[in-house]
């Protein structure tokens, strides 16, 4: 059993290094959208490829995250953390010496495959090193302060794009990484499929223990135990004979890839296109027979067999694709039309994060007691609202009479909502299958995300060059808020409509104070 405490120099490194590994992949999903404008204006690049830059990161993240968790059961959790790290770190190199936007939209995806090894691996190593007494407190503070990471984001990013330029939104990672990736090699101990192998410097004391343990038990027990003495013998090495699922994750990763490349496109009207978007399905297709046949499946489909977590994943596509589609096409408008600068824009969209760290616990604690159907209806009637409150930001739009209520009241909806909808996720499957459930409902809304920014700009009529314009770009503006009200209003009479209290014995939530404004916050697995 882990035993590190919270109030021990370990414990504080462990959770200094968690934190800060999946701020960088949290920052990178805030912090881009700002500088979008800088990047197109440098690049000469139209907004097909604005759109990839936000989306190629997007595409391998979703697709991949569920496999990224896997890899850290099967083969350590701080080898993968470290490794994706390491990954990110290299990506985002990439991604700030860029010569050209083909290069760039390459490096996006994969650091896209970096964060998903390491965003579900820092939870994963809290929830595997902690002692159980200090575990809840510990994924507590890992959701804050990535909450914080979150917000900290657009204004660090108008920050950079201001001064010293928008590579340095991608350069800033690698000395982040050079102190992350130490102190995980000097403090953080190595763990697999809920077994600790060795502490920093030792070798596998921990899962000698635990088949020593097990010895005792006899028959089945005694598997696990030769299983935990080969561990130990390893010293710090793993060695799973478990299977996973790489073809579905392929599979999913090149349906979004392929869907996503037909919807940008799709302007053109081309043979392309449709054959891209006829690969896509066939590529979604292939996914679900492939997940219903191999032996341990990314994506369980039977856990779909519970209506109410298929109707809470379906109200999740709804309000995390207009979440997605509201802040890449609002950080836009904000320089494009309202000629605000990145800095400017980026401090302006504070507010709805703000909210939401400082509100996000008492929003799930009321949902606790009144049931999650009502904050899920009102919650998108409010983000409705604020979509059409954005009607009022043009050209020279001022701040506190017209930017602010919208965010406002953006970030109220969101504080009503977001808990609620995370401990339903959790609430509808069994208790040994809420991580997985978790990270199904965080992997579906950025899918939902990059769709939503992949389908908005042709459903509003942008063209190309639409962000070049303040004209052009306001007229499309005006055109997509309407259509994220309307999504959000489906995603509140779906929840209305399908969504239950849970029963008294389900398991609650452990990240109550969280910040994230593009995703569901990830929980951990039971079983870590």
Same mark, same amino acid.
């Given at each position: 059993m882990p035993d590190i405490r919270l109030s021990s120099a370990q414990g504080r490194w462990i959770l200094f290094t968690t934190v800060l590994g999946s701020s960088m992949a949290m920052l990178d999903s805030t912090v881009v959208n700002v500088a979008l404008p800088r990047i197109g204006r440098d690049l000469n690049a139209d907004l097909a490829t604005l759109q990839w830059t936000v989306n190629a990161y997007m595409v391998t993240l979703a697709g991949l995250i569920l496999l990224g968790g896997s890899l850290g059961d099967l083969y350590g959790r701080r080898r993968i953390f470290v490794l994706g790290v390491v990954w990110f770190a290299a990506a985002s190199l990439l991604c700030g010496l860029a010569p050209g936007s083909t290069v760039l939209v390459a490096a996006r995806a994969l650091q896209g495959i970096g964060g998903a090894l390491l965003t579900p691996g820092s939870l994963a190593l809290i929830q595997a090193s902690f002692h159980p007494d200090d575990r809840g407190r510990a994924v507590g503070l890992w959701s804050g302060f990535g909450g914080i990471g979150a917000a900290v984001g657009p204004f660090l990013g108008g920050w950079l794009v201001n001064g010293p330029g928008w590579r340095w939104v991608f350069l800033l990672n690698v000395p982040l990484a050079l102190v992350c990736v130490p102190v995980a090699l000097r403090h953080v101990p190595e763990s697999t499929?809920?077994?600790?192998?060795?502490?920093?410097?030792?070798?596998? &004391? *921990? $899962? %000698?223990? +635990? /088949? @020593? =343990? #097990?010895?005792?038990?006899?028959?089945?027990? !005694?598997?696990?135990? &030769? *299983? $935990? %003495?080969? +561990? /130990? @013998? =390893? #010293?710090?090495?793993?060695?799973?004979?478990? !299977?996973?699922?790489?073809?579905? $994750?392929?599979?999913?990763?090149?349906?979004?890839?392929?869907?996503?490349?037909?919807?940008?496109?799709?302007?053109?009207?081309?043979?392309?296109?449709?054959?891209?978007?006829?690969?896509?399905?066939?590529?979604?297709?292939?996914?679900?027979?492939?997940?219903?046949?191999?032996?341990?499946?990314?994506?369980?489909?039977?856990?779909?067999?519970?209506?109410?977590?298929?109707?809470?994943?379906?109200?999740?596509?709804?309000?995390?694709?207009?979440?997605?589609?509201?802040?890449?096409?609002?950080?836009?408008?904000?320089?494009?039309?309202?000629?605000?600068?990145?800095?400017?824009?980026?401090?302006?969209?504070?507010?709805?994060?703000?909210?939401?760290?400082?509100?996000?616990?008492?929003?799930?604690?009321?949902?606790?007691?009144?049931?999650?159907?009502?904050?899920?209806?009102?919650?998108?009637?409010?983000?409705?609202?604020?979509?059409?409150?954005?009607?009022?930001?043009?050209?020279?739009?001022?701040?506190?009479?017209?930017?602010?209520?919208?965010?406002?009241?953006?970030?109220?909806?969101?504080?009503?909502?977001?808990?609620?909808?995370?401990?339903?996720?959790?609430?509808?499957?069994?208790?040994?299958?809420?991580?997985?459930?978790?990270?199904?409902?965080?992997?579906?809304?950025?899918?939902?995300?990059?769709?939503?920014?992949?389908?908005?700009?042709l459903l509003a009529g942008m063209g190309p060059e639409a962000y070049r314009s303040a004209d052009a770009f306001d007229a499309a503006f005006r055109r997509a808020m309407p259509i994220i009200a309307a999504v959000l209003v489906a995603g509140s009479v779906l929840a209305f409509a399908t969504v239950r209290r849970p029963g008294p014995e389900c398991r609650r939530p452990e990240c109550r104070t969280h910040g994230f404004v593009t995703t569901p916050p990830l929980e951990p697995d039971q079983r870590a």
């Open positions: 499929g809920g077994v600790a192998l060795a502490k920093p410097g030792g070798a596998g &004391e *921990a $899962a %000698r223990e +635990t /088949g @020593a =343990a #097990a010895r005792k038990t006899g028959g089945a027990a !005694r598997e696990t135990s &030769e *299983a $935990a %003495r080969k +561990t /130990g @013998a =390893a #010293a710090g090495g793993v060695r799973a004979h478990h !299977r996973f699922d790489v073809l579905g $994750a392929a599979l999913g990763a090149v349906s979004l890839a392929l869907v996503t490349y037909a919807l940008i496109e799709a302007r053109s009207g081309s043979l392309a296109v449709a054959l891209t978007a006829t690969a896509g399905v066939a590529a979604a297709v292939a996914f679900v027979y492939v997940e219903k046949r191999v032996p341990d499946p990314m994506l369980p489909l039977g856990i779909f067999a519970s209506r109410q977590f298929t109707a809470v994943n379906l109200v999740t596509l709804c309000v995390y694709a207009a979440f997605g589609g509201f802040f890449f096409l609002t950080a836009l408008q904000l320089q494009v039309v309202a000629g605000y600068s990145p800095l400017r824009a980026g401090i302006a969209l504070l507010p709805t994060t703000a909210l939401m760290l400082l509100f996000s616990a008492r929003s799930g604690a009321l949902a606790d007691r009144i049931g999650p159907r009502i904050p899920l209806t009102v919650g998108p009637l409010l983000c409705a609202g604020a979509m059409l409150l954005m009607l009022r930001v043009g050209k020279d739009a001022d701040y506190v009479t017209d930017v602010l209520p919208a965010l406002l009241v953006m970030g109220a909806g969101m504080v009503t909502l977001v808990a609620p909808l995370t401990a339903t996720v959790l609430a509808s499957v069994d208790t040994s299958r809420a991580g997985l459930a978790s990270g199904i409902n965080n992997a579906a809304a950025r899918a939902a995300g990059l769709i939503a920014v992949a389908a908005l700009p």
